[in-house]
């Protein structure tokens, strides 16, 4: 018996007749000889409906009860997706994370999964029931009620996949698939028929905002292939998984990311241990650094470039301030205009040629570039905000036409 | 350090303001130096939208996923209030049923509670944590979620306070107490400072309409001091105990129930058992009777005539009627408007001369009494339907003029 974990989004069950459209997906599944795990999120925007209560009583609610709050909405769908299920007349029962066996960390709003204790489940399966259990949330050693925070019904799916040796795992959402570039953007973008699952952590990290990163890493971990599809136009959507197909393209992927602060540090003291000073000083504050470019400056000085998220832009700027005399550095400087544009594709590495493709498109458009970031299975450009669409489809054009 | 337990229905949370105010009371009764459990139930209408919710999907849900669903409404408003009181500074937790340690039976939609484990509450207590519980639910033997069918969170608190030995239970409701009428039937009706658990009781069954029945039968059996009062008007309500005052009223309320049916069997053969079999058939269908009249008929026949809930009128008839050979009946007769009055006292007992004046009361106004039923605390009489409120303000009149 092949077992089926499906994942279906807020806007999957966001009423009633987008449920009983869930409960067929389900019960087709079934159907066709499959055990199947459903793991639901709260119904459309019912998570923004509990927020608001939340706020106009105390915007500064403690974590633990803003995770018995929210935790609430996906109690409800998964009992209306239970019954519409049993209306069909099939076997089912509903499970909330703590019954599911999701056991989790302390960390409120943001909690870790630690283990899932599966046996309930398992014992279910066996009889053949449909399962449907609510996504994002988990109970910690106090058996106090915890959320996983973004992404977290997507890593609740992959992780029972993984704890229960699931054939795949379906994470049905708004979109059909994963695209080599944004399709609203790039009217000649192609969907993918699969991707690795490093392809799709660059990817995601980039902004394609397909896939939460977490539950990208989590099925690499644990080798669970993840098919990203659309509850509503019911075609085969883009496999993840370890190695895609082998005659594939050169690049999977085109990615642009607008949330970017570029911060360049002026005038450093040439000195070993001050790049060190610099960076783990953002490093105490968890800022994360993304592209760094190092030149030399005059006199004995250099100039040091970085990118952080454009969250942690005045917050980078504040510390680096601060702590001017104690660093050496003269100025700082934060540019919050630019965008970064990338190429994925484990293709990459075994032909040549693929950077200076990029660079050709983006020159033939009179697109400047100012950094340059490189992995084995990526390249990063930073370019001005108001070139990234053109990029993108400058990119796009020369690698897929 | 005294506990108090304080129970705050669904009108009482019903938006942000209710909350506050609920809130309020909360800390103050914990700032005069007790420790508080409060037991909530789902803010004012919100089951019934979640009802709506499962009927447009499936009218025949399982009461299993009914439970599922209804036991969200409270976990949203113990979060709210927890998140109201932690905006006062004050050391708070809400618990679902089941971290409070409700156990129940696997009866769905009308468990039983079987135990409750207090350790979790009983160590956030020894803490003076604020202590907020979710009315109406538990879980099951098998860790379903079950909740604990109508006047659920009444019993819950009356059951909080037992296992926890608190001092008191207090019920804040939309009424500020137990009156001797119904006021707005009754101009002069008197709220009263306190009750016995034998007279509520009779009060409850007879359609007072104040506390259910379950939650007074379990503050009797575990000696549970409770005060029903308004969570408005923040006035002393009245005391449900072992014992009311000594000198207290001979009669401690008039209450009217109209929802009756008086089912007549005519020409009963005269035989030994005869009665039995009619009652037996009837206890079979669960069906309760409450006042039995049995008079001589004609030709060795005798008649018996007997009230029963309006609800089960119909089906005790149709039971009768097929059974009429049987049990040897001629025929059966169904009357719907009728209305049973009551006056109920403790004091009763040692104070002969209360039945005369209520029938005195009725014979000067005119009002046929058809049968009467009397227990020691107790008297009631059933007559016609559009009789029943001049019948309660005249016997009010009579006993407390």
Redesign the interface.
Known sequence: MNLIVQKFGGTSVAD?AR??NVADIITETYKQGNNVVAVVSAQGKFTDV?VD??N???P???K???D??L??GE??S???L???I??RGFPV??F?GW?AGFQTDSNYSNARIRTIKKE?IENELAKRTIIIVAGFQGINRY???TTLGRGGSDTSAVALAAALNAKKCQIYTDVDGVYTADPRLVKTAQKLDSISYDEMLELATLGAQVLHNRSVEMAKRYNVDVEVLSSLTRKPGTIIKEEAEVEKMIISGVAKDTSIARISVLELVDKPGVAFRLFSLLAKEKINVDIILQSVGRDGTKDITFTVSKDNGARAVEVLEQNKKNIGIKGVVCDTNCAKVSIVGAGMESNPGVASKLFDALASHNINIDMVSTSEIKISVLIDVKDADRAVVAIHDAFYN
């Open positions: 009633a449920v009983e509990l209560k939340a106009e009583i105390n500064k609610a403690s633990r009860e803003m018995m709050l935790s609430a109690q409800i998964v009992a209306l239970a019954m519409a049993e209306k029962k509903s909330l019954q309930r058996d106090d009620v």
